[in-house]
């Protein structure tokens, strides 16, 4: 139980290593939304928002985000008691529409908060099960099909455990070639369109067929479920989605209608862990297994990440690179690692296992506000 008396949300700056470009725009320096929950006994919760700077991955901002959580969120859950996170996931379902990248950054922060106040671990409390998650790592669209097949070939080196390779029409088969033909025959590589295609382009997709590819991931639009159905009966390559799940009952609505074989979890994008939690059990009741996807996270939305894909149907290796592969330095310590391939879940250590840097938070903050019980 928790009575949610302050919400802190900032804005901190931090610049990816490499730009990253996906079929639906590029990103680079990163406008990140944290925020920072303190109930009535004073213990805190963090969570991050995965809303780009841009609606292109889907309809958020971290613009929207911020006036969604100032308008509509801080007034439903500042100075109310919730028994649990669950709780105020429904509460906020209830009260408004859509918003779920804002809902979940606060109702996120409420479990690693809960969490806390516990004294256990934030995978722990998600009934997380595995002690290590196997990495992979997302390439985004490079100049050259030769730079896609340097890249592939480092990843592997460097020990990653699945390699996705962004793609777009025109930046599609010769590049899936060179990734092929780069990683070896056997290795585990998949695409993902980002929504890039329509259904008429189902020949160019079924060029892709031969590469032995583990899925492709969303390459229709977010609202294109039954198109991505007949895409499937098309395809040999099993189709995962991403943006298309956008809650609970769009993952029982996918299996249903043959939309896709696998299930990209994102919980940011769901509206929060709840959400990620039934998306979780409904895939695996319909033996559909689930990986855990990224939003080019800070070392905050990747603790909860790490903690979400420890869960038993997460079988597949998520987009939960080490911090060392976004940033210069994260703002978590220790900061997020990897060895053989593997990130350790820190299983014995309370909330997300690891310190937020506040000195460096600070520096990187460039506006906030703070929501408060009065
Ligand atoms: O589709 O998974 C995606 C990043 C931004 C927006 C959408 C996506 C991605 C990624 C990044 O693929 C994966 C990562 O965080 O490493
Ligand atoms: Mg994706």
Known sequence: MFRLDRIVVREIRMDLKETFRISSGVSQARRIALVEVVDADGAVGWGECVAGERPNYSPETIDTAWLALREWIAPVVVGRTFENP????????????????????????????????????LAGSLGGA????????????????????????????AG????????????????????REAAGPDAPIMADANGGYRLEDAERLQTLDPYNLMMIEQPLGTDDLLRHAELQRQLRTPLCLDESITSPDRAADMIHLGSGRIINIKAGRVGGLTA?????????????????????ESGIGRAHNVALASLPNFTIPGDVSPSSRYWHEDIVAPE???????????????????????????????????????
């Open 86 to 121: 669950q709780a105020l996931a429904r509460a906020l379902d209830d009260a408004f529409r859509g918003h779920r990248m804002a809902k979940a950054c606060v109702e996120m922060a409420s479990w690693d908060l809960a969490a806390m106040k516990l004294g256990v671990s």
């Open 130 to 157: 595995r002690q290590q998650i196997a990495t992979g790592i997302s390439l985004g669209i490079q100049e050259r099909p030769s730079d896609l097949a340097d890249r592939v070939g480092t990843a592997l080196a």
């Open 160 to 179: 990653y455990r699945r390699i996705k390779v962004k793609i777009a029409p025109g930046a599609d088969e010769p590049y899936i070639r060179a990734a």
């Open 276 to 296: 990620a939690l039934a998306i979780h059990d409904i895939a695996a009741a319909h033996a559909i297994p689930v990986w855990c996807g990224g939003m080019l």
């Open 336 to 374: 997020w690692t990897m060895a053989d391939g593997l990130i350790t879940v820190p299983f014995d250590r309370p909330g997300l296992g690891v310190e937020v840097n506040r000195d460096r938070l600070e520096h990187l903050t460039v506006h906030q506000e703070v929501f408060e019980n009065r």
